[in-house]
């Protein structure tokens, strides 16, 4: 119990630090490789007249994990990761900037997917993620009362401990597919199944401190929300297996278009979808003071951890609720420059006002193609990322950082142990991905020495033609 309770204060400060972690991969936009066609639904992942017909990862996961800190406890948050025990030191009680961590995961573990056809560049395919987003929004004072509660005694702090922590962890289990309805328009869409891991959310909406030096105690007065699928008494392992427990849907449509001299626009409606938790789901509300006595004892730290979980688990309700995944919008724009192909990307959370504008440069080098990716988050900062992608048309293989820079100097702190290094912003993020496509050339029927699907339903129109021809008809 007291290993969930850290997740409250102060380790919450850290899922972007400690859990697997919003994942974006921007300059694997617009490469038509497999992981491209299945994120964006309407691009191709094969090559008419060059690529084979299947393509896999041979179950060899596609993952990516990534994390930011932005506030003033920066230098508190690093040395928590790299050494796992917490520090005040510096800390300025009563600053209103507060502290916003960030930790996501995008992790493909199977993907399959099927070049149907050459006429109307057909595609269909199967995909196995496991998604993790997590979101902490906290207070200096919640990291200062761990170790000197004593300082927040030097200021008239409103709300002290008035904190937001969200983390979601789910499968998704999808199918996509894709046509072209015109040379110049592609259409396509993504079904998916999802099935809930883990809910957190922890929203404390009033609090306040009282300190007692003379009796050497202090008390905090918590009053909020918490609400998980699992109870703070549970042990530390969950079924992380896919089921049928916390079930949920998701639906993705996309399109992209051929412009003239070059120009391509690409556009998503991505991710629309919920997840239903059981009614076997807790929820907590709470209302009390809690009091710890010897506050200047060694062992504070963890009688407070140990009394936050006896807190929160003596009151609550038993019953399902329904959460939202992160969905967004998206448009990209694009310039085919021969070896050099720039890529506008607008990419806007529909729940959130999380918002990126990315610059994607690619240079191709025979089959090597180099990006750097500038992305600017409001919400956020500027970061600057870069991949290396060995591709052909019946192999791909690419290894990147959204954020070179940060991921540089926090790699450096954590093996020096010395949370002084990187003054701004922190972050870290890694991908890597591969794969492969085996089986029967797709040729066009004048290049073909077989042609698969002649005198066949292949020759028909494809879905998205179809009804769109029985629209205008009408």
């Excluded at 050494?83 to 961590?101: D, F, I, M, Q």
Aim: glycine share 6%.
């Amino acid at each position: 119990m007291a290993k969930k309770m850290r997740g409250i204060f102060p380790l919450i400060l850290l899922l972007a630090c400690l859990q697997p972690a919003r994942a974006q991969q921007f300059a694997l936009y617009n490469t038509r490789t497999l992981f491209d066609a299945f994120e964006n639904p309407a691009q191709k992942a094969f090559m008419a007249d060059s690529s084979r017909k299947y393509a896999f990862n041979f179950l060899v996961p596609n993952f990516a994990v990534t994390a930011s800190a932005k506030g003033p406890a920066q230098p508190n948050i690093r040395y928590l990761a790299f050494t796992g025990k917490v520090n005040s030191e510096g800390l300025e009680v009563g600053n209103t900037e507060r502290n916003k961590v960030s930790a996501n995961s995008n992790n493909y573990l199977a993907m399959f997917r099927v070049f149907k056809d050459v006429k109307y560049n057909r595609e269909f395919g199967f995909a196995w993620q496991l998604r993790s987003d997590n979101f902490a929004d906290v207070t200096n004072e919640s990291i200062a009362v761990l170790k000197n509660y004593q300082s927040l005694s030097a200021a008239d702090i409103a709300d002290p401990f008035n904190n937001r922590v969200l983390s979601q962890t789910y499968h998704q289990f999808s199918f996509s597919y894709r046509e072209d309805v015109t040379k110049r328009l592609g259409l396509g869409v993504k079904l998916s199944y999802l099935s809930g891991v883990l809910y957190n959310d922890l929203d404390i909406k009033s609090s306040d401190f009282d300190i007692n030096t003379a009796a050497n105690t202090y008390t905090l007065h918590l009053k909020g929300k918490y609400r998980s699928n699992f109870s703070t008494e549970e042990p530390e392992s969950l079924a992380a297996m896919p089921g049928f427990q916390n079930p949920g849907a998701a639906l993705t449509i996309g399109m992209n278009y051929k412009l003239r001299h070059g120009w391509f626009v690409l556009a998503n409606v991505k991710d629309i979808g919920f997840i239903r938790w059981n009614n076997a789901s807790y929820n907590y509300v709470f209302d009390k003071p809690l009091t710890i006595d010897n506050a200047s004892a060694p062992d504070s730290y963890n009688r407070l951890v140990k009394k936050l979980g006896t807190f929160i688990s003596k009151e609550y309700e038993l019953h399902g609720f329904t959460s939202m995944i992160n969905s967004k919008a998206e448009v990209l724009i694009n310039k085919d420059l021969g070896n050099y192909q720039p890529n506008l990307l607008l990419s806007k959370s529909l729940l959130t006002p999380d918002m990126d504008i990315a610059l994607i440069n690619n240079l191709k080098y025979k089959n090597s193609v180099f990006s750097i990716a500038a992305d600017y988050n409001p919400n956020r900062y500027f970061q600057l990322g870069g991949q290396y992608m060995l591709k052909s048309p019946n192999f791909e293989f690419f290894i990147g950082s959204d954020q070179l820079f940060t991921t540089y100097y926090f790699t450096k702190g954590m093996l020096t142990e010395d949370e002084n290094i990187g003054k701004k912003n922190t972050g870290a993020s890694f991908y890597l991905g591969f794969s492969a496509k085996f089986g029967a050339p797709m040729e066009h029927q004048a290049n073909a020495s077989r042609i698969p699907g002649i005198n066949s339903d292949l020759d028909r129109p494809g879905i998205f033609k179809r009804f769109l021809s029985k629209k205008n008809r009408k």
